[in-house]
């Protein structure tokens, strides 16, 4: 499984790329996953204003950088989306990265980690609905992650696992929400890759 782990926000200091790395650790324990970090800040893409619908327009010649994500994207089997809440929703830079897509997630799962401080749970409500419309097969289980955490710092050892034990430990904490949805992710990644041919 080629797996994609998507960086959601591109703000200087921002702490998604914490999560993003965390996500990372957890998924190169999966058997035969090739995990991938795309970091949307590698991408500085400018906001949408193609005159057709992507989906309608086969002709289209996308700016290198907006041909480059398109590209990244069309490689992998399974996507975690790693997002903050901005505003009850996800950040623009995310949806704008999207609305460049036509069907390079057809048929390949995704599933979201989010955080904010009622642990991001809108913003992943709206993403959710966002991936459905690019034919992703959207999980059920995702991560919600309280942000007042991570922002407060020592959330994560330098090499990007949970410091403290117990909440790493804990059946009811993150590690485990992580471990289920990434188990969940590879058999659909499976499942879907077979249905796929
Ligand atoms: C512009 C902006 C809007 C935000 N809106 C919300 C919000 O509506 N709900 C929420 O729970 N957190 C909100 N937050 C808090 C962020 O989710 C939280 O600070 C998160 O850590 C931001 O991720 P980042 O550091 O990667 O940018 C907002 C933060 C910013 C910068």
Request: charged letters at 20%; a negative charge; hydrophobic letters at 45%.
């Amino acid at each position: 499984m080629k797996l994609q782990i998507i960086v959601g926000a591109t703000r200087p200091g921002r702490s998604t790329d914490q999560l993003a790395k965390w996500v990372a650790l957890e998924a190169k324990n999966l058997p035969g996953a090739e995990v991938e970090i795309v970091d949307l800040a590698d991408y500085e893409m400018p906001i949408f204003n193609e005159a057709i619908s992507p989906r309608f327009n086969p002709d289209r010649v996308p700016e290198p950088t907006v041909q480059k994500w398109i590209d990244k994207i069309a490689e992998a089997d399974a996507y975690v989306y790693v997002t903050p809440e901005y505003n009850h929703s996800i950040p623009g830079v995310l949806k704008n990265a999207i609305d460049f897509l036509t069907y390079e997630m057809v048929r390949k799962p995704a599933t979201v980690v989010s955080h904010g401080t009622v642990g991001g749970a809108r913003a992943t409500m709206h993403l959710k609905e966002i991936l459905s419309e690019s034919r992703a097969i959207v999980l059920p289980s995702a991560v919600a992650f309280t942000a007042g955490m991570i922002v407060m710092g020592g959330v994560f050892d330098e090499e990007g696992n949970l410091a403290d034990e117990a909440v790493r430990n804990n059946p009811y904490g993150p590690q485990t929400a992580l471990k289920t949805a990434l188990t969940e992710l590879q058999w659909a990644s499976d499942a879907l890759s077979a249905a796929r041919g």
